[in-house]
């Protein structure tokens, strides 16, 4: 026979340092991820090619930045999407960090909503929001899952992610090309 405790309505402190213990320990392990994405996002748009040479500008044209440089590498990956502009793949890089931050790269890139709206059509934004909401999640989930199942694991769900997220997209542009 088997016997089970006596139940007892938790009291307030141990919930209270429960609750506390636990956000502590997420924003610890998360906050460091994020700050440290962050530096690496802030450096990438401040160094790069000035008058020539690699190097650090406050003045320098974000397309010329490292950041800038990357998003010029890969927007042809999107290009098929609708959206092949390298601001837009820089928007997506940032995403990693935080899916939030997609929003305000591309309102710093490009300024005003009517210069984004000149530049994509409606069902090229389906595509960018059906893309957005399926590739990989930001760089604390991505640590999260790298931390509980492994190196392999993680890099192998976020490229699944993003294919995933890809072949949806296109799939979302060249049907609303139909309709």
């Known amino acids: 026979v ?3 405790p006596a139940y007892h309505w938790p009291t307030v402190g141990n919930v209270l340092r429960s609750m506390w213990e636990r956000a502590s320990s997420f924003i610890k392990k998360a906050g460091t991820i994020i700050l440290l994405s962050s530096i690496i996002i802030w450096l990438g748009s ?10 650090f500008s406050p003045d320098m044209e974000l397309e010329d930045s490292v950041l800038g440089m990357v998003g010029n590498a890969i927007c042809w990956i999107f290009a098929p999407l609708g959206f092949g502009d390298w601001r837009i793949s820089t928007a997506l890089i940032t995403g990693f960090i ?21 530049l994509i059509s409606t069902k090229a934004a389906a595509a960018l ?3 957005c909401l399926l590739y990989t999640p930001c760089i604390a989930a991505i640590a999260s899952i790298r931390r509980e199942l492994g190196q392999k694991w993680a890099i192998g769900v976020v490229i699944l992610q993003c294919a995933i ?8 542009y060249h049907l609303l090309m139909f309709l």
Request: aromatic fraction near 12%.
């Open 2 to 4: 088997m016997e089970l």
């Open 46 to 55: 401040t160094l790069g090619m000035v008058d020539g040479s690699f190097g």
């Open 98 to 118: 935080a899916k939030e931050s997609v929003v305000s790269t591309l309102s710093i890139l490009f300024g005003t909503t009517t210069a984004l709206t000149s």
């Open 129 to 131: 929001l059906v893309f």
């Open 165 to 172: 997220a890809w072949v949806c997209a296109f799939a979302m």
